[in-house]
């Protein structure tokens, strides 16, 4: 059984920094795109980033770029999303994503693992 767990969630003040980690028991973990949606309470799952299998080409939605950092480490399975600057309006539940093969595609319906999410709150 996939599983996929994600951690490091929390309040934290506007222009601070978290970095979540979502840990994976995928076999093959580096044959897998990874990515990062997150949905605010009343809103859709919106995509954040994305990052292709080796860790060479990421993607991100222009809310976050510049501010937000996706990687990975495939000796340990896990990939990462630091968030730096962070403003009330990142506040939401992340979840990391995962799929093998390409790793640019923004519909939350294309990605076939999911962690559980982890809360990120940001106050003002």
């Known amino acids: 059984q996939v599983q996929l767990v994600d951690t490091g969630g929390g309040l934290v003040q506007a222009g601070g920094s978290l970095r979540l980690s979502c840990g994976t028991s995928?076999?093959?973990?580096?044959?897998?795109?990874m990515a990062w949606f997150r949905q605010a309470p009343g809103k859709e799952r919106e995509f954040v980033a994305a990052i292709n299998r080796d860790g060479t080409t990421t993607a991100y939605s222009d809310s976050v770029k510049d501010r937000f950092t996706i990687s990975r480490d495939n000796a340990k399975n896990t990939a990462y999303l630091q968030m730096n600057t962070l403003k009330p309006e990142d506040t939401a539940t992340y979840s990391c994503?995962?799929?093998?093969?390409?790793?640019?595609?923004?519909?939350?319906?294309?990605?076939?693992?999911w962690g559980q999410g982890t809360q990120v709150t940001v106050s003002s």
């Open positions: 994503a995962a799929r093998p093969g390409y790793y640019d595609n923004r519909d939350y319906a294309y990605w076939d693992y």
């Open positions: 995928l076999r093959s973990f580096s044959s897998y795109a």
